[in-house]
């Protein structure tokens, strides 16, 4: 157990549809990822948040998908009128972080989203 | 921006034989992750490496970046069923950059 959680585990919907899945990271950590993943790939960053500022946005990440972290804890990602396109596992990370240092990241064990 | 690329994608190994994965950068990494995801699973990370020459060894596993920090491999000497996964490597600059990721399977 990896101490981030992620909610919900599956989710299915239909085409057009918004969705929004929730992540808690490990408590200590003020660094937050989303990362993407299809089968048979790497997962592909999305966005990532510093305490609450959003500090990078992935070309990926089209004007349908908005990522909040409001208070620096947990973190939304919602999809809005979703494509089947969009149909992937969505991975949520966290990590510390220091000015001039990258520590490892920790995943959640994800969102399946499948579009219909 | 940053690729990174794994070969080869699959590897299936005999118990009991080595093996050896590598990874290759397009740019100069300030430093690479090794992660391993278990079939149904999550990244779970493994190592950094930070020096360029540097190697680290976690029992049978051996990782190495490379001198001009533009490649890192990845060497498990013999295989057992446990290791079977898919191993990631990531060129870390705040926001990881993963390759495709080398899956490995094992013939008992």
């Known amino acids: 157990d990896t101490g981030v959680s992620q909610d919900p585990r599956h989710k299915i919907t239909k085409r057009g549809q918004n969705v929004t899945f929730r992540c808690d990271p490990i408590?200590?950590?003020?660094?937050l990822y989303w990362y993407r993943q299809t089968l048979g790939q790497g997962p592909e960053f999305l966005t990532y948040?510093?305490?609450?500022?959003?500090?990078?946005k992935s070309r990926l990440l089209s004007d349908r998908f908005s990522a909040e972290r409001p208070k620096g804890s947990f973190s939304t990602l919602e999809i809005q009128r979703t494509e089947q396109g969009d149909s992937a596992m969505y991975l949520c990370?966290?990590?510390?972080?220091?000015?001039?240092?990258?520590?490892?990241?920790?995943f959640g064990p994800g969102t399946r989203l499948t579009v219909t | 921006g940053q690729q990174v690329m794994q070969i080869p994608q699959y590897q299936h190994v005999q118990e009991g034989e080595d093996f050896t994965t590598y990874c290759n950068s397009s740019?100069?990494?300030?430093?690479i992750q090794w992660y391993k995801q278990r079939p149904g699973g999550h990244p779970v990370f493994l190592i950094q490496?930070?020096?360029?020459?540097e190697v680290k060894k976690q029992k049978r596993l051996t990782f190495q970046f490379g001198e001009a920090k533009k490649n890192s491999s990845l060497h498990i000497t013999a295989t057992q069923t446990t290791d079977v996964g898919t191993y990631f490597c990531?060129?870390?600059?705040?926001?990881?950059?993963f390759g495709a990721g080398t899956t490995v399977t094992v013939r008992a």
């Open positions: 990370a966290s990590s510390s972080g220091g000015r001039d240092r990258n520590y490892e990241q920790y």
């Open positions: 408590s200590e950590h003020n660094r």
């Open positions: 948040f510093q305490n609450e500022a959003q500090l990078e």
């Open positions: 740019t100069t990494l300030s430093n």
């Open positions: 490496l930070v020096k360029s020459g």
């Open positions: 990531a060129g870390h600059d705040y926001k990881l950059s």
